[in-house]
């Protein structure tokens, strides 16, 4: 997948700099992979109390066999293979304990449970994910892998390889588990009800979801007329967890990378200066570096003091050395945009003269399909560092994500008609420290254009028989990834207030850049990219965009405050 393929060049950097001792580039790495390696331990784990333990025991065993890693490339499916190794070690070791049967169900919130509430998820989202807590051990170990395929942060090939079995038997087993979440889904929606049969049957039950109680919730559903008849169509698993892929990580969570005495041991006892000693001599240096939402302590003390439930930061972050990644795959499909802004046919002396912030971002005509868009000029990128980590999912009003560096951002759209169609606010940029430039459009296609099918009246902002999203008068039409090029810090908050939509926030490059906007039909996409920038003052910036911190950023002016 593309998700993180495309900011390749950018990781084989870092793990060559962490291979090499590089303390700055050790702390990116972690904090760069922490929420994946959380995620698939605590789906796995269903947010068991030895989460905490089999991550890091995960993160420790990859820093210290970092130097291992022959193919940077390979890096992600070996750290999704050590934290599958360590789950399954921790169910061996794993003694039967008996439940307290004193401690009210759901007292301690689950991984299902965390999900719910860190992402906020309603509907038949909320029902997916409260499901997983249905499924055993074995079946949830591949769903928290499963659910990363889909959402585009694993590829199957690593699935099957961290499960250790075949890309055919991997198809096999996702099936199987996709069946049994579906059948939990049933259980899901039936206990929401009010079916008095159900209310009988579940009088002696504990509140504790258990294989036993599934199969006879889900024998009592397949016999009982009003459990099983489903009045809301189902939306299928895969189509929900597309976006909801990362729970962020509890604030407050830590991990400490400081080598314990094996390792210290090994570093010691070697004739050169070996892998294991750079790492110990880098984490024992009094330095503390801040990335990605978690901070590296003096010791090796990994904290995570931002998530996206907290207050923006406001204060600027240092960028590293280079940007923390993460491109998401285009999404293919047709699409118009936005021609090239006025300004970048001025001459050069006007350009020169232009102020910047005097040129905004405003409606003008989508390009022809087929038209290859202009070259993309390469500004200067040393790094963006993103209080929401490699990946941010904002799907809610109040959803706030602080960017801070030099370099590109990608922001991709999700608008859900199907869900809640209507006038749409549209997201601001608050805080403005420095310069941020809206510098081109890709993912393939426009929100408004076509999605094909067999409803000509659908495209991505609704359809007749759904409704459609509706922007405000006078609103930029908006690509489905669209990028900014960031110098200094500044806010992005989802404004939702009616239409539902959500956003993806990546730090990303300008070589993923490119290849979006470049990579059209040849793709079977009805466009090209989009590109804005002249690699001059007079790119236009952001339409919702002001240096201010108004207390309510849904009343950010339409025209940019820069």
Same mark, same amino acid.
């Given at each position: 997948?593309?998700?993180?393929?495309?900011?390749?060049?950018?990781?084989?950097?870092?793990?060559?700099?962490?291979?090499?001792?590089?303390?700055?580039?050790?702390?990116?790495?972690?904090?760069?992979?922490?929420?994946?390696?959380?995620?698939?331990?605590?789906?796995?784990?269903?947010?068991?109390?030895?989460?905490?333990?089999?991550?890091?025991?995960?993160?420790?065993?990859?820093?210290?066999?970092?130097?291992?890693?022959?193919?940077?490339?390979?890096?992600?499916?070996?750290?999704?293979?050590?934290?599958?190794?360590?789950?399954?070690?921790?169910?061996?070791?794993?003694?039967?304990?008996?439940?307290?049967?004193? @401690? &009210?169900?759901?007292?301690?919130?689950?991984?299902?449970?965390?999900?719910?509430?860190?992402?906020?998820?309603?509907?038949?989202?909320?029902?997916?994910?409260?499901?997983?807590?249905?499924?055993?051990?074995?079946?949830?170990?591949?769903?928290?892998?499963?659910?990363?395929?889909?959402?585009?942060?694993?590829?199957?090939?690593?699935?099957?390889?961290?499960?250790?079995?075949?890309?055919?038997?991997?198809?096999?087993?996702?099936?199987? @588990?996709?069946?049994?979440?579906?059948?939990?889904?049933?259980?899901?929606?039936?206990?929401?009800?009010?079916?008095?049969?159900?209310?009988?049957?579940?009088?002696?039950?504990?509140?504790?979801?258990?294989?036993?109680?599934?199969?006879?919730?889900?024998?009592?559903?397949?016999?009982?007329?009003?459990?099983?008849?489903?009045?809301?169509?189902?939306? &299928?698993?895969?189509?929900?967890?597309?976006?909801?892929?990362?729970?962020?990580?509890?604030?407050?969570?830590?991990?400490?990378?400081?080598?314990?005495?094996?390792?210290?041991?090994?570093?010691?006892?070697?004739?050169?200066?070996?892998?294991?000693?750079?790492?110990?001599?880098?984490?024992?240096?009094?330095?503390?570096?801040?990335?990605?939402?978690?901070?590296?302590?003096?010791?090796?003390?990994?904290?995570?003091?931002?998530? &996206?439930?907290? &207050?923006?930061?406001?204060?600027?972050?240092?960028?590293?050395?280079?940007?923390?990644?993460?491109?998401?795959?285009?999404?293919?499909?047709?699409?118009?945009?936005?021609?090239?802004?006025?300004?970048?046919?001025?001459?050069?002396?006007?350009?020169?003269?232009?102020?910047?912030?005097?040129?905004?971002?405003?409606?003008?005509?989508?390009?022809?399909?087929?038209?290859?868009?202009?070259?993309?000029?390469?500004?200067?990128?040393?790094?963006?560092?993103?209080?929401?980590?490699?990946?941010?999912?904002?799907?809610?009003?109040?959803?706030?994500?602080?960017?801070?560096?030099?370099?590109?951002?990608?922001?991709?759209?999700?608008?859900?008609?199907?869900?809640?169609?209507?006038?749409?606010?549209?997201?601001?940029?608050?805080?403005?420290?420095?310069?941020?430039?809206? @510098?081109?459009?890709?993912?393939?296609?426009?929100?408004?254009?076509?999605?094909?099918?067999?409803?000509?009246?659908?495209?991505?902002?609704?359809?007749?028989?759904?409704?459609?999203?509706?922007?405000?008068?006078?609103?930029?039409?908006?690509?489905?990834?669209?990028?900014?090029?960031?110098?200094?810090?500044?806010?992005?908050?989802?404004?939702?207030?009616?239409?539902?939509?959500?956003?993806?926030?990546?730090?990303?490059?300008?070589?993923?850049?490119?290849?979006? @906007?470049?990579?059209?039909?040849?793709?079977?996409?009805?466009?090209?990219?989009?590109?804005?920038?002249?690699?001059?003052?007079?790119?236009?910036?952001?339409?919702?965009?002001?240096?201010?911190?108004?207390?309510?950023?849904?009343?950010?002016?339409?025209?940019?405050?820069?």
């Amino acid at each position: 997948m593309r998700t993180y393929a495309e900011a390749g060049r950018h990781w084989r950097a870092t793990i060559a700099d962490a291979q090499a001792g590089d303390r700055r580039a050790l702390d990116e790495l972690v904090a760069g992979w922490l929420p994946l390696v959380y995620n698939i331990v605590g789906r796995a784990l269903n947010g068991h109390a030895d989460v905490d333990d089999v991550v890091q025991e995960t993160m420790l065993r990859a820093v210290d066999n970092l130097g291992s890693l022959r193919d940077p490339d390979s890096f992600r499916s070996w750290l999704v293979a050590i934290a599958m190794r360590q789950i399954r070690d921790r169910a061996r070791r794993r003694t039967p304990q008996r439940l307290d049967e004193n @401690v &009210p169900p759901g007292e301690a919130a689950d991984f299902a449970e965390l999900a719910v509430l860190r992402l906020q998820l309603e509907g038949q989202r909320r029902e997916v994910a409260e499901a997983a807590r249905w499924l055993d051990d074995e079946d949830r170990q591949l769903l928290s892998l499963w659910w990363l395929e889909v959402a585009g942060e694993l590829t199957r090939r690593e699935l099957a390889a961290a499960v250790g079995i075949s890309r055919q038997h991997a198809a096999v087993r996702v099936q199987r @588990v996709k069946e049994r979440l579906e059948v939990s889904r049933g259980i899901v929606r039936a206990l929401d009800g009010a079916c008095p049969d159900l209310r009988d049957l579940t009088a002696r039950w504990n509140g504790r979801p258990d294989s036993v109680w599934r199969k006879r919730l889900a024998r009592h559903i397949r016999g009982c007329g009003y459990c099983g008849d489903t009045r809301e169509s189902v939306v &299928p698993a895969e189509r929900l967890l597309v976006g909801i892929a990362l729970v962020p990580v509890p604030a407050g969570f830590t991990i400490s990378l400081a080598l314990g005495g094996k390792t210290a041991a090994a570093a010691t006892g070697t004739a050169s200066v070996g892998w294991s000693a750079k790492v110990l001599t880098a984490l024992t240096k009094p330095a503390v570096a801040v990335t990605a939402g978690a901070t590296l302590a003096a010791g090796g003390a990994y904290v995570v003091v931002q998530t &996206p439930d907290d &207050p923006p930061a406001r204060a600027a972050v240092v960028p590293t050395a280079a940007s923390t990644p993460a491109t998401a795959p285009s999404a293919p499909g047709p699409a118009p945009s936005a021609s090239a802004s006025a300004s970048s046919s001025a001459s050069a002396s006007e350009r020169k003269a232009a102020r910047y912030g005097s040129v905004v971002d405003a409606v003008d005509r989508a390009p022809d399909p087929g038209t290859p868009p202009v070259a993309l000029p390469e500004r200067p990128a040393s790094g963006v560092t993103s209080s929401g980590g490699a990946h941010a999912t904002m799907n809610h009003r109040g959803d706030g994500v602080t960017l801070s560096g030099q370099g590109y951002v990608l922001v991709r759209w999700q608008i859900s008609p199907q869900y809640r169609s209507g006038a749409l606010v549209m997201p601001s940029w608050t805080g403005l420290r420095g310069r941020l430039f809206h @510098v081109a459009s890709g993912g393939g296609r426009r929100m408004d254009d076509p999605v094909g099918g067999t409803d000509a009246t659908a495209t991505g902002m609704g359809s007749k028989a759904t409704g459609y999203t509706v922007l405000p008068s006078g609103t930029q039409q908006m690509w489905q990834n669209e990028y900014f090029y960031l110098t200094g810090s500044v806010t992005l908050t989802v404004n939702e207030r009616g239409a539902d939509y959500g956003l993806n926030v990546f730090p990303t490059t300008w070589d993923a850049v490119e290849k979006d @906007v470049t990579s059209g039909p040849a793709q079977g996409a009805g466009r090209y990219g989009l590109v804005r920038d002249t690699g001059e003052d007079d790119t236009p910036v952001p339409q919702y965009v002001t240096r201010e911190q108004p207390a309510d950023p849904a009343t950010v002016p339409q025209a940019s405050r820069v």
